[in-house]
């Protein structure tokens, strides 16, 4: 290991203490049904969940299963720990590669992570086009989604490279998201995806 590779592991190792003692806390607390609880940069973010943004996870998850089938390693709001500086993070849809196992503290690895979908919500969008898109690049996600029902589009970003994507598409939705050229292999039909 070189230095710059322990100090790496050194601070992604108090990062992790610091997201599990946090997440504890978190789990104490009386959190609202339906909401989401993550941690972006170190600041704790709650979002409640509409209909409009469980419609379109639901969407995104069936589209996942068909091409996969119903065993696929599919998560959807589940805590994975993505490099950038405490960043806890809960993915509205994230697919985990075939084969991939938890770490020590049971936890899925950002590594084994092949896709992130995010339905925008008004109040977190800016985590969605910002910290989380930078933390999912650095982590090398080959293919990130952002669902906007506000804009009515799709947003794909592929191939990460040193922390942001190289290439970004704009979907209105109604369009198919061509994704047959990425590791997912499949097309994305938005024309039932709720707008708000």
């Known amino acids: 290991m070189t230095v710059l590779e322990d100090r790496i592991a050194m601070a992604e190792s108090d990062d992790t203490s610091w997201l599990d003692d946090m997440f504890e806390r978190l ?16 600041t ?16 995104i998850i069936w589209a996942l ?28 849809v994230a697919k ?16 084994d992570v092949e896709f992130v979908a995010e ?19 650095l982590a090398e996600v080959p293919v990130y989604l952002v669902a906007d029902p506000y804009q009515g589009k799709c947003h794909l970003y592929t191939q990460p490279k040193n922390g942001d994507y190289v290439n970004d598409f704009s979907i209105t939705y109604g369009g198919d998201v061509d994704m047959t050229a ?15």
């Open 96 to 111: 985990i590669r075939d084969g991939a196992d938890k770490d020590a503290e049971g936890h899925w690895r950002h590594e």
């Open 27 to 42: 789990e104490k607390l009386p959190v609202p049904e339906g909401y989401k609880v993550e941690i972006v940069g170190g």
């Open 119 to 137: 339905v925008i919500s008004k109040d977190t969008a800016r985590n969605d086009y910002g910290p989380k898109k930078a933390a999912y690049a």
């Open 65 to 92: 299963e068909d091409r996969f089938g119903r065993r696929v390693k599919v998560l959807s709001d589940v805590r994975i720990d993505f490099p950038g500086g405490k960043n806890g993070l809960c993915p509205d």
């Open 44 to 59: 704790i973010y709650m979002a409640p969940q509409r209909d409009i943004h469980w419609e379109t996870i639901r969407a």
């Open 182 to 196: 990425t590791p997912l292999g499949l097309t994305l039909k938005t024309d039932e995806f709720p707008r708000d």
